[in-house]
């Protein structure tokens, strides 16, 4: 059976898709309507216009990566040490956004080019994925395994940053995204120096 709003669908896939590809200012409705099956117009029988199908493009992207994220992490039961469940956000976010999904990945590309209004109501949205990032950190400080000289809410921003801007630059190539996830990880928990360096 065709799902009712089929149509919607296929115009926030088609979205999704231009906007990882061409960002916000190169995402044409044109372009839209035809990865959609349709012609432009037909897109306002859906979307009063481009902002709102961008803004619920931002929305679904949100949701896909924080149900994708809170899954792989909570499979590992709550026993698992704060740390590794730290790893497996961070592989499951990379892992997520550079494995196919339009969705996350075009948050991560035109999210900075939102106009101001829209883009604190995707923040608004976004606080529940923040605050599940801040208790990983929080936890994995708390139980030792990581520092408690760094403020959480720094590493968290940087932390996101970091894994957000490999679907602005990642290319297939020498490194699939499951290698780049693990080398990800590697560098926010273990650092980029040897232990044993004292050049710094």
Request: aromatic share 8%; charged share 20%.
């Amino acid at each position: 059976m065709v799902h009712a709003d089929n149509g919607r669908t296929r115009i926030l896939d088609s979205a999704a898709t231009v906007l990882r590809q061409k960002g916000l200012a190169g995402a044409k409705l044109s372009e839209i309507a035809k990865g959609a099956g349709m012609l432009a117009p037909s897109i306002y029988h859906h979307f009063p216009s481009k902002d709102h199908l961008v803004e619920e493009v931002m929305m679904e992207g949100i949701y896909h990566n924080s149900r994708h994220i809170v899954a792989r992490v909570e499979v590992l039961g709550p026993g698992a040490r704060p740390l590794v469940r730290l790893r497996a956000a961070i592989v499951a976010h990379i892992d997520f956004l550079l494995s196919g999904d339009d969705y996350s990945s075009a948050v991560a590309r035109v999210f900075d080019d939102l106009p101001d209004e829209m883009r604190r109501r995707v923040l608004a949205a976004y606080s529940s994925f923040d605050n599940y990032w801040r208790d990983l950190i929080v936890a994995a400080q708390a139980d030792g395994s990581a520092t408690a000289a760094l403020d959480a809410t720094v590493v968290r921003k940087f932390l996101i940053a970091m894994l957000e801007s490999c679907s602005s630059w990642y290319r297939p190539g020498k490194l699939g995204p499951a290698q780049i996830a693990e080398q990800a990880a590697d560098l926010l928990l273990h650092g980029f120096a040897n232990s044993n360096s004292d050049a710094v």
